[in-house]
């Protein structure tokens, strides 16, 4: 039972590389969502699906895309890194039971530098 | 544009004290407010949550307290153990919806 999974679990890019972060869940979830955590920022979200080939912007979209052409996975790009997009990024997902919104669950985290 | 405030950045407690950390919130339509733990190199975990419906929940040592005229809810952690060190991060989002808001985080020491 692996629950989120990202992939990979470190990185380290030069400036104007791209790359793409890999998230999938074996829970069968609906919606699932990517976060970039900062120190004193906490979590903000970056870009979230509420279904297979639904994608949609959150808080601080700029510079990064994604795609969810599978369920269980969620990837998330970045077409040229800046030293700004250095962080920890999570991957997360949850479901709707009825109209009750339910927890979260995230991966272990990317720490990804950028020079 | 933070919508959930959370205070303290970090708290430092000694063990069998009680730890306080508090959020407010400014959108109106939230009415779901999960607080999430988190230890280090790990992700965030589900706590405790609690629905406007009710003012306060309790599981265990944690306790939420929710205020909803002043739009603002806490997480008291009774009888603080070393174990308890983590960073918390209270959340706000809507039943019905699908994303959360969540505020700075508080890294909260407890000492033996």
């Known amino acids: 039972n692996a629950g989120v999974t990202q992939t990979p679990k470190f990185r380290v890019l030069k400036t104007g590389q791209s790359m793409t972060l890999l998230c999938a869940q074996d829970m069968n979830h609906e919606y699932m969502y990517w976060y970039r955590q900062d120190p004193g920022m906490g979590l903000r979200l970056i870009h979230y699906s509420v279904g297979e080939g639904t994608t949609a912007k959150g808080e601080v979209p700029d510079g990064y895309n994604v795609s969810r052409l599978k369920k269980q996975n969620f990837l998330l790009g970045l077409e040229s890194a800046a030293p700004s997009q250095t962080s920890v990024y999570f991957c997360a997902s949850s479901y709707l039971s009825g109209l009750l919104n339910t927890e979260a669950f995230f991966g272990q985290g990317t720490r990804l530098t950028v020079v | 544009q933070q919508q959930v405030k959370q205070s303290p950045q970090s708290l430092i407690v000694q063990k069998g004290g009680i730890s306080i950390i508090n959020c407010a919130y400014e959108n109106t339509a939230f009415d779901y407010f999960p607080w999430y733990q988190q230890f280090p190199g790990k992700g965030p975990a589900l706590l405790i949550a609690?629905?406007?419906?009710?003012s306060e929940k309790k599981e265990g040592r944690f306790t939420i307290s929710f205020n909803k005229s002043a739009k603002q809810f806490s997480l008291h952690i009774m009888d603080s153990q070393p174990g308890d060190s983590a960073t918390y991060f209270c959340a706000a989002g809507e039943t019905s919806g699908s994303r959360l808001t969540f505020g700075e985080g508080t890294q909260l020491t407890v000492n033996p």
């Open positions: 609690i629905r406007p419906d009710v």
